[in-house]
């Protein structure tokens, strides 16, 4: 076990981000740039690469977060970021899969501060695109060569079979009224605290690293892909769209039983009867009801217990990451990372 703190070397997030781009963005664009040329167009406008023309815009896409876990969960094991670098790649094309078919399901017109891909391109398109990267994916990390490279993807591929589960789940609440605490939680571990989880473990794994390593680094992942969920769930009502690049309330709009909704919904408080309510009518929220909505949620207790729960969470991510560590300085910077993705000012 090694200490965390800021005297290990580590370097500040806002690097390691810059840095894990420079080693891991020529792999994902020249990864891309082997699709066929429709999908590959439509993933190059998502990726903030082209504009809806083909032009280049000079766009650096996402933050690059789970790349970023990857690469610093096989240092972190006592191995070296290149190796982790197909690994990276595969689970950067699968949570764009993920977004792409998200914006359809949701109707979302918004993302990164730009139109969504099926906004322009139309529905199929965006699926297809999806489905490529998904595909591509696999095949990145089984061309990769890497000795461990058989393993990784059988354990990629059920993590996206966690992660389409936990999505159905997510689509089935809105329909529903009747949607505990326990089994949101489990929606939340699937759809989004398994990739973070897969990501740190593919990353120990390439890394070199031990059984044990692996499982406390992909242990480390889901619990902090869970506080992040959570983190980002109070974004999503009352997160600022300059800052989000969404519309606000846009969870609240559709309906969704984040893990926030559902603990307000489950108080005791005299709010939770207006907010279930609300939530019940068989149209999406606008307006003043989408204010009042969030407002209730407030009321009800679901933004404070989202903010404790998620630090909880956090804490307990962290002694994962302590237990595992063999590296100092990059246990420092997943763990800097890992606190600046859970904040809520963001």
């Given at each position: 076990m090694v200490a965390i703190d800021e005297t290990t070397g580590g370097r500040p997030a806002a690097e390691v981000l810059a840095g894990v781009r420079d080693t891991v963005d020529p792999a994902l664009r020249a990864a891309v740039e082997t699709l066929p040329p429709s999908p590959q167009a439509i993933a190059a406008y998502h990726f903030g690469w082209r504009d809806e023309r083909g032009d280049?815009?000079?766009?650096?896409?996402?933050?690059?977060?789970?790349?970023?876990?990857?690469?610093?969960?096989?240092?972190?094991?006592?191995?070296?970021?290149?190796?982790?670098?197909?690994?990276?790649?595969?689970?950067?094309?699968?949570?764009?899969?993920s977004l792409l078919h998200d914006d359809v399901m949701d109707g979302d017109t918004t993302r990164r501060h730009r139109a969504t891909a099926w906004s322009v391109f139309g529905m199929g398109g965006a699926v297809l695109a999806g489905d490529a990267l998904l595909s591509l994916a696999f095949d990145t990390l089984a061309a990769s060569g890497h000795p461990a490279a058989g393993d990784a993807v059988r354990r990629l591929n059920a993590t996206v079979q966690r992660l389409i589960?936990?999505?159905?789940?997510?689509?089935?609440?809105?329909?529903?009224?009747?949607?505990?605490?326990?089994?949101?939680?489990?929606?939340?571990?699937?759809?989004?605290?398994?990739?973070?989880?897969?990501a740190c473990g593919l990353g120990a794994a390439l890394g070199g690293g031990t059984p044990r390593q692996v499982q406390d680094l992909r242990r480390f992942g889901e619990l902090l892909g869970l506080s992040f969920q959570i983190a980002d769930d109070l974004l999503g009502i009352w997160g600022d769209p300059a800052t989000t690049g969404k519309p606000v309330h846009s969870d609240l709009r559709n309906r969704k039983k984040t893990l926030p909704v559902v603990a307000a919904l489950t108080s005791a408080a005299a709010e939770s009867g207006e907010l279930a309510a609300l939530l019940a009518r068989d149209r999406p929220l606008h307006g003043a009801e989408l204010v009042r909505a969030a407002e209730l949620v407030e009321l009800a207790g679901g933004r404070s217990w989202g903010e404790r729960e998620s630090a909880v969470l956090l804490e307990r991510a962290l002694g994962h990451l302590r237990s595992a560590a063999a590296a100092a300085a990059p246990a420092a910077e997943l763990a800097d990372l890992a606190r600046l993705a859970t904040r809520r000012d963001h």
């Open positions: 280049p815009i000079g766009g650096a896409g996402g933050k690059l977060f789970r790349p970023a876990l990857c690469l610093l969960a096989a240092q972190a094991a006592g191995g070296t970021a290149e190796d982790a670098v197909p690994a990276a790649v595969a689970v950067e094309l699968v949570h764009n899969f589960d936990g999505q159905s789940a997510d689509i089935d609440f809105e329909r529903r009224a009747d949607v505990d605490p326990a089994e949101c939680r489990a929606m939340a571990e699937a759809k989004t605290g398994a990739l973070l989880g897969c």
